[in-house]
């Protein structure tokens, strides 16, 4: 990545700069990332006060909830390969009045990010509008780049999708289809026996595909029955291993004819009774091991050897020469202590 890039706008011209497949195409061992999902600055205190359609005019505890996540993040060794924000970024919906300081805030906090770790974003429904436009898809493209592309990371291809052009497409077919053509490509593409062929097949969206069962009735929180089957069948297809989201604020999800359907609750408010968290994820030669963490654990998971056996073949990171440990400044935490 160039000095001068925006950290914010890797996203271009459907892939991701630094995680091509020019780039990271070959497996080179097992490694992890996070995964997190609605931050949604300006939630906690709209759902306070029971005003979800015009409240959320203050989001300090969200901010501070995402800077611990990034300092722990931060401090985890070796260092995730990325981190990607499964969507609702804020609350605010577009072109309403505290979207700009909602993104503003998000942003600040999360330039505190180590530089090593690429941070990925995926569109919600919050960022677009559920009614999506193309006015507010242009809008979530300048501010984050394209809301649906691909990448690569050790050998393994990851998709990022865009779940509102399967929720309500209504105001921009054009885009609907435009998502549908390229994602067919990278689904054949990955089933195909073209090298370099992907050691593991990934999707990212906002909206779950189901929650519990694949067949379950639809919900707010899940994509009509419809639209899951003809995508679940697809990415089987594909051979795509594990499907991440966010959206329902709790944990939920279900592994279901060999696709995992991760169901990550909220780096934000939660509407269950997880804690504010994010999820390790684990990518090995033969699975995707992954466990949802509270950003408390994370904070004190740290210290201490290496289980024997852990994640075989995973190199701790040697030390950098970075700055100097300042008393009260949190240690290294040990991600084999978090995950196992
Ligand atoms: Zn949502």
């Excluded at 996203?11 to 995680?19: D, K, P, V, W």
Aim: with cysteine; glycine share 8%.
């Amino acid at each position: 990545m160039a000095d001068s890039e925006d950290i914010f706008l890797r996203a271009q011209h459907r892939t991701f700069s630094g995680l091509t497949e020019d780039a990271e195409s070959k497996w080179t061992g097992p490694f992890f990332f996070i995964q997190a999902a609605d931050p949604q600055l300006g939630l906690m205190k709209a759902w306070k006060e029971g005003d979800c359609e015009g409240g959320g005019d203050e989001w300090a505890e969200e901010v501070e909830l995402i800077r611990r996540a990034v300092e722990a993040v931060n401090q985890l060794r070796p260092r995730p390969r990325f981190m990607v924000l499964c969507g609702d970024l804020v609350h605010a919906m577009p072109d309403t009045p505290f979207r700009e300081g909602q993104e503003r805030d998000l942003k600040k906090a999360l330039k505190e990010t180590d530089p090593s770790i690429p941070l990925v974003f995926v569109s919600g429904n919050h960022d677009l509008g559920n009614t999506p436009t193309p006015r507010t898809h242009e809008q979530f493209c300048s501010a984050w780049g394209n809301d649906y592309f691909s990448f690569w990371v050790g050998g393994v291809l990851c998709l990022v999708l865009n779940s509102q052009l399967f929720h309500d497409a209504s105001a921009c077919p054009q885009l609907k289809e435009a998502q549908e053509t390229w994602l067919e490509e990278q689904l054949s593409r990955a089933s195909s026996s073209a090298e370099p062929k992907p050691k593991h097949v990934l999707v990212f969206q906002h909206i779950p595909l189901y929650l519990k069962t694949p067949d379950e009735e639809d919900d707010y929180f899940n994509l009509k029955r419809e639209v899951r089957q003809s995508l679940l069948e697809r990415f089987k297809r594909a051979g795509v291993k594990a499907v991440f989201s966010g959206h329902y604020h709790r944990n939920a999800g279900g592994l279901h004819d060999g696709l995992d359907m991760v169901v990550s609750s909220a780096i934000g408010c939660q509407l269950g009774d997880d804690a504010h968290g994010l999820r390790v994820v684990l990518v090995t030669d033969e699975a995707i091991v992954h466990r949802y963490v509270s950003l408390e654990q994370l904070s004190v998971g740290g210290g201490g050897p290496r289980p024997p056996g852990a994640a075989a073949g995973m190199k701790e990171e040697e030390e950098e020469e970075e700055e100097e440990e300042k008393p009260g400044k949190p240690g290294k935490i040990s991600v084999f202590l978090v995950l196992f």
